[in-house]
Nanobody
């Protein structure tokens, strides 16, 4: 049972990256999923979340209009398309298997190891 993130790297401000999260050992299609990030010296924060069927998504205010979360249940993959990146987006990005109650995403116990995103100014 694991989640594996990929796609991080170094990019200039204004650039784009697409992160992927590959799931194995879980029934991916029934899990809500989320992307979190943690910058040095800061708490881990929810960036975006998506319902199991993909019909509901949530975003942190800081990334609305720039990031897009999506999933491919047939491939057990989740994505985070990040555009117009800013230096303050620099963090380790983690995927999480959680659940929704109403329109609120709750963190689950399964985490990936993270992928580093660094945005230079």
């Amino acid at each position: 049972v694991q989640l594996v993130e990929s796609g991080g790297g170094l990019v200039q401000a204004g650039g784009s990256l697409r992160l992927s999260c590959a799931a194995s050992g879980i029934t991916f299609s029934i899990n809500a999923m989320g992307w979190y990030r943690q910058a040095p010296g800061k708490q881990r924060e929810l960036v975006a979340a998506i319902r199991s069927g993909g019909g509901l998504t949530n975003y942190a205010d800081s990334v609305k209009g720039r990031f897009t979360i999506s999933r491919d249940n047939a491939k057990n993959l989740m994505y985070l398309q990040m555009n117009s990146l800013k230096p303050e987006d620099t963090a380790v990005y983690y995927c999480n298997a959680g659940y929704y109650s109403g329109t609120y995403y709750y963190t689950g116990r399964l985490w990936g190891l993270g992928t580093q995103v660094t945005v230079s100014s």
